[in-house]
């Protein structure tokens, strides 16, 4: 029997609520175009969801309630309500932490999609903090879910991000539930949700038997094709909500015999989403009088997608330098904050680059 499905990716949006300056690259020139926000990833969701009904599976790969202004103060409160009206199905974690564990425990459950984590344990109880798997029907067919949080949020983010649970990294508990949701749950395919990084994951793959489909995140990567490793599917989609990760499958007796990827770019021109803009306002006008305060100017164009050296880094951290009086200044080498074209610079662009 021969069935279809599209699974949709979201992943590092970051609380990037509204559309924002992305970085793209026209050969070695680097171009800041709009791009992103949830009005327009609502918006995408909807129609693929129209073009193909009852067959459409839609998941965030975490890095999603922290990150800008709003979804902060709010202690990520604040994106529930939008987040809900994207509708997905199933979601997994790493940033979401940061407000602590008892904070984010509150956000899930106003979620009306699970929250999986098969390598999250409370410390007290040795249990799972959260669900490890879900099953999610389409038409024709049963799709195994299985979530796998950050397993670095107790290892090198401060304490408080972890308080009372530990985190492993998922792949001894992983085969036990591949032969769970396809033996006694009777699946027809098997995803995983990870927020590992695109490294670990493709070493996941490549160790543990039975992944039909990995979605990726953490490592901000703009897969424009998917890497197949161990006959897995993995893809993952950039970040800041300026992409979306689309995978169309067919399976045929519980196996996937094609498929067809999309790396869609949330551009300006997708016309949003009424209900989601109207939504994202609300949480927005509060707090546009501080953000769209103009603090400078860049003659240079502000970017962390080199990660090696970038300019925003080196921004920061000739900052760092002349504020402190050091001899030598470090940062990560992310992907993160959306990028600040040359021209003003205001007081969001400062919090986007520093959160």
């Not at 249990?127 to 067919?141: A, I, R």
């Not at 009088?289 to 970017?303: A, I, K, Q």
């Not at 504020?323 to 986007?352: E, H, I, K």
């Amino acid at each position: 029997m021969t069935d279809q499905v599209t699974l949709l990716q979201m992943n590092d949006s970051h609380g990037y609520l509204e559309l924002h300056p992305e970085l793209f690259w026209a050969g070695d020139r680097a171009e800041y175009l709009m791009a992103g926000g949830y009005a327009r990833i609502a918006a995408l969701l909807e129609a693929v969801r129209d073009a193909r009904p009852g067959r459409v599976l839609a998941f965030d790969c975490g890095d999603t309630i922290h990150g800008t202004y709003p979804a902060v103060q709010s202690g990520g409160e604040a994106l529930v309500p939008v987040l809900n009206a994207l509708g997905f199905d199933a979601m997994t974690a790493h940033w979401e932490f940061a407000y602590g564990p008892e904070q984010f425990r509150k956000v899930a459950r106003g979620l009306d999609y699970p929250v999986l984590a098969v390598n999250c344990y409370d410390d007290s109880s040795g249990d799972l903090v959260f669900p490890p798997y879900t099953v999610c029907e389409t038409d024709g067919l049963q799709v195994g879910v299985i979530g796998i949080a950050a397993t670095i949020v107790d290892k090198v983010m401060p304490k408080s991000f972890s308080e009372g649970i530990q985190f492993t990294l998922g792949n001894e508990e992983l085969p036990g539930y591949i032969a769970r949701l396809r033996d006694d749950e009777g699946v027809d395919l098997v995803v995983v949700v990870s927020h590992l990084g695109f490294p670990q994951e493709v070493k996941l793959a490549r160790e543990v038997d039975g992944i039909d489909v990995l979605l990726s995140g953490h490592t901000h990567n703009r897969l424009f094709e998917p890497a197949v490793v161990n006959e897995t599917i993995i893809i993952q989609s950039g970040c800041h909500g300026s992409f979306l990760g689309r995978l169309d499958l067919t399976v045929e007796n519980r196996r996937v015999t094609k498929f067809d990827h999309d790396l869609i770019v949330v551009g300006e021109a997708i016309r949003p989403h009424p209900e989601v803009e109207e939504m994202i306002g609300e949480v927005m006008d509060p707090h546009r009088e501080r953000l769209s305060r103009v603090v400078g100017e860049t003659r240079t164009g502000l970017n962390r997608n080199t990660v090696l050296e970038a300019t925003m880094d080196n921004l920061l951290l000739q900052a760092l330098l002349d504020l402190t009086g050091a001899d030598m200044a470090f940062s990560n080498g992310w992907r993160y904050g959306a990028p600040v074209p040359p021209g003003p610079v205001t007081v969001n662009d400062l919090w986007n680059i520093i959160r």
